[in-house]
């Protein structure tokens, strides 16, 4: 299932747990409407993807700082199957969500990206399954101690007051689908739309394309420059067995991208104890705040 907790101290401490689902699901992400102007203002999203038939995208939200939320709610019955579910906002207050169709039979790759938007506050939805094709990385690495891996979508909008408001990135990790080569590479489409067109693929890492180099597993953030940031895993500095962690960034609304190394030492990928086979943890992310960047991985 998926429940939510809220603290009112800036987390020292926190409420009683609230359920949203009881769904069979995995990876629920969430957003807050912090625009006072928004019809909207102070209404909390969550999305997630139901691992069982018909693999929904399920949808809530709460207009009481998750103190209560409304009836869970699916964005389509179709038997499809289905991965990830990010959840984002609009220049405009629109809502945003976005998923990983992925095959029938394992290793149920992820072949195409699915995006749905809502004008009036999640009530009513366009879903659309096949945004765009991918070829996600679903699997292990075996080159890194058998971890598993998945290309599942992350997306970010551009809230800036530049040229570029209201743009939609989505970022995931493919292989053997042009402009990704055969080793796993990160791959950003934008829509200036609201997601009814998608640009073609740019590759985002930098590195000379089919050089065996590895990049897994991302994280994306638009700052109030206009600027896109992603973060990722790569191996381009290291031996196949390890990675560290590196920083594309854009200024021009992904047409080019200079490339940080950031984390301070390279690593070796390990799985989890007690968990299922192969999880190292999915967990990577950055945020900013003004002029500063903060990946977490």
């Not at 609230?18 to 909390?44: M, Q």
Request: aromatic residues 10%; negative net charge; contains cysteine.
């Amino acid at each position: 299932g998926i429940f939510s907790h809220f603290s009112t101290d800036n987390g020292i401490t926190w409420s009683a747990q609230k359920t949203i689902s009881d769904d069979e699901l995995e990876r629920a992400t969430i957003v807050t409407d912090a625009n006072p102007n928004s019809n909207f203002y102070g209404r909390t999203y969550v999305c997630w993807a139901k691992l069982i038939p018909p693999y929904q995208i399920g949808f809530s939200y709460s207009n009481d700082g998750a103190q209560n939320w409304a009836a869970k709610n699916y964005l389509s019955n179709e038997n499809l199957r289905r991965a990830g579910g990010e959840i984002a906002l609009g220049a405009n207050n629109e809502v945003y969500i976005c998923w990983a169709g992925v095959t029938s039979i394992s290793p149920f790759t992820e072949v195409r990206v699915g995006f749905a938007s809502s004008t009036n506050g999640g009530t009513n939805w366009s879903v659309n399954e096949n945004a765009f094709a991918m070829n996600g990385i679903v699997g292990i690495l075996t080159e890194k101690q058998s971890i598993r891996v998945n290309g599942l979508p992350r997306m970010a909008v551009d809230l800036s007051n530049t040229s570029t408001r209201g743009t939609i990135y989505i970022v995931t990790s493919q292989k053997n689908l042009s402009p990704a080569g055969s080793d796993p590479d990160i791959i950003l489409r934008k829509s200036t739309d609201g997601g009814q067109t998608w640009s073609d693929g740019i590759r985002v890492n930098q590195d000379a394309l089919n050089n065996g180099k590895i990049q897994f597993f991302t994280g994306i953030t638009v700052d109030e420059f206009g600027g896109v940031n992603v973060i990722f895993y790569d191996d381009r500095n290291t031996t196949s067995d390890s990675a560290g962690v590196f920083l594309a960034r854009s200024t021009n609304g992904g047409n080019s991208w200079n490339e940080y190394e950031i984390s301070d030492h390279n690593f070796k990928p390990a799985a989890i104890g007690g968990l299922g086979q192969g999880y190292m943890g999915d967990n990577i992310d950055i945020t900013s705040v003004g002029n500063k960047l903060f990946p977490v991985w």
